[in-house]
């Protein structure tokens, strides 16, 4: 069972919740329009603290912000992971540790850490990319041999109400995941509701994968602008902040300079991983028309999955810890618009039947993450279940006495659990983003 502290502050937790759920969603009532207009909140500064950006790299890792659409509040936060500046050449190559796709692992608290250990090779001499004050600028990949890491975009949890990519929570979770993954994370703060109801959020996280192509495609018309030294490198420099057609978008250097987009990764955290899985969905879709990016694995941690038929948890734990079944239901009142509430929404209901989209077996390798005291973790199973029954590489860790969002809340982050699960994810990402001949080790 969970400990007392856990279970004490989920009571504070729900209590809080709940009064916020229902002034919002009473506000949403009175004002049909929600008051935020199209540019809308991504966060609640008087809800939970924010991390400052650092861009250099303090515990490994830099991050910055950046605001992806002049029209909305849409932005992210990159974590870039001092890995990077590698030498491609001075890579270790070693044998990887993976993990059975048909098992259903569960994980006790207390583990042993002391055998894992990360293994990247080669110095780092960064004393040529930064500014005075330590900030890394990046540079110009046209002119220097780097090291490409995959990009995994991550959608922060709060129930479509509350949350933010540059939380303090957030922000130690991204860190964690960048150096054990060892990508590039771009952590997406889309829009809030009731500010901005269905489809905003989702409308969000597919705007940043496309945003993410555009920066690939930036990047190469920058390379072709000018290689090689003398006249050419400085041509080269003059011309590194490119534009696009219309003036709006210019290359980002940590991007330009280290993402490689033909290996990205989608990771949501509860209703973040239905955005997720949403964003995979149409990433399917578009094939190509996405070139460079390419989603190759998406992961999903304790969905936030609803639906009217009850499943047998939903029955057991309908009074679980922090989201309960009543308060998800009034998440997603607040969520969907008035006349779309339904919980076999597609937004909520990942099976619910003729839902459009590409069929499950055209959907990438897909991780799902639950934990034994969820109410929700029955859909989450069923959905991979679904996804195993057409071929899809789809396992699922389970993880005993954990709670909804054991491995993201504040007050859980740095329990061994939480370490244990980040560590579970990486494993098993790895499979899908290493480069060929390139094996990983700890």
Request: overall charge neutral; some cysteine; glycine content about 8%.
């Amino acid at each position: 069972m969970p400990s007392i502290g856990v279970k004490l502050y989920s009571v504070f937790f729900k209590f809080v919740l709940k009064h916020r759920l229902q002034s919002r969603l009473q506000g949403s009532e009175n004002d049909a329009v929600g008051g935020g207009g199209i540019f809308g909140v991504t966060s609640r500064p008087e809800e939970e603290t924010a991390a400052a950006a650092n861009p250099s790299f303090t515990d490994g890792v830099a991050t910055k912000d950046i605001h992806v659409d002049p029209l909305t509040s849409l932005a992210i936060r990159i974590f870039l992971p001092d890995t990077c500046l590698n030498s491609p050449d001075t890579l270790n190559k070693s044998r990887a540790r993976t993990l059975d796709p048909r098992s259903v692992v569960k994980r006790v608290q207390s583990i042993d850490n002391s055998n894992r250990r990360k293994s990247y090779g080669g110095s780092i001499d960064d004393s040529n990319l930064t500014s005075e004050n330590g900030s890394y600028k990046g540079y110009n990949p046209a002119g220097n041999k780097c090291r490409r890491l995959p990009v995994m975009l991550q959608f922060h949890g709060g129930g479509f109400v509350s949350g933010s990519n540059d939380s303090v929570a957030n922000d130690y979770f991204c860190r964690r995941i960048a150096k054990l993954c060892d990508v590039i994370v771009l952590a997406v703060g889309y829009r809030l509701a009731p500010e901005n109801k269905y489809p905003a959020a989702f409308d969000d996280g597919l705007k940043v994968l496309h945003w993410l192509a555009k920066q690939a495609n930036l990047a190469e018309c920058s390379k072709s602008l000018g290689t090689g030294g003398g006249a050419d490198s400085r041509k080269s420099e003059s011309s590194w902040h490119v534009a696009d057609a219309f003036g709006a978008s210019m290359v980002e250097p940590w991007l330009a300079a280290h993402g490689d987009p033909s290996r990205c990764v989608l990771l949501g955290v509860s209703c973040g991983g239905n955005i997720a899985d949403y964003v995979t969905r149409k990433a399917v879709e578009a094939g190509k028309l996405l070139d460079p990016v390419k989603v190759v694995a998406q992961v999903l941690m304790y969905p936030f999955f609803n639906g009217s038929g009850p499943k047998q948890a939903e029955e057991k734990l309908f009074n679980s810890y922090f989201y309960d079944k009543a308060m998800c239901e009034l998440a997603w009142k607040v969520f969907l618009p008035e006349e779309e509430f339904n919980l076999d929404h597609p937004a909520a209901n990942p099976l619910v039947p003729n839902r459009a989209g590409p069929p499950l077996k055209q959907m990438p390798p897909t991780l799902t993450v639950v934990a034994e005291h969820d109410w929700m973790r029955d859909r989450a199973i069923a959905y991979s279940e679904e996804l195993r029954k057409v071929k899809v590489d789809a396992p699922v860790l389970e993880y005993k006495d954990a709670v909804h969002e054991f491995a993201t809340l504040d007050m859980l982050l740095k329990t061994p659990q939480a370490q244990a699960c980040a560590e579970d994810i990486a494993i098993w990402v790895k499979k899908y983003i290493s480069l060929r001949g390139y094996e990983f080790s700890y």
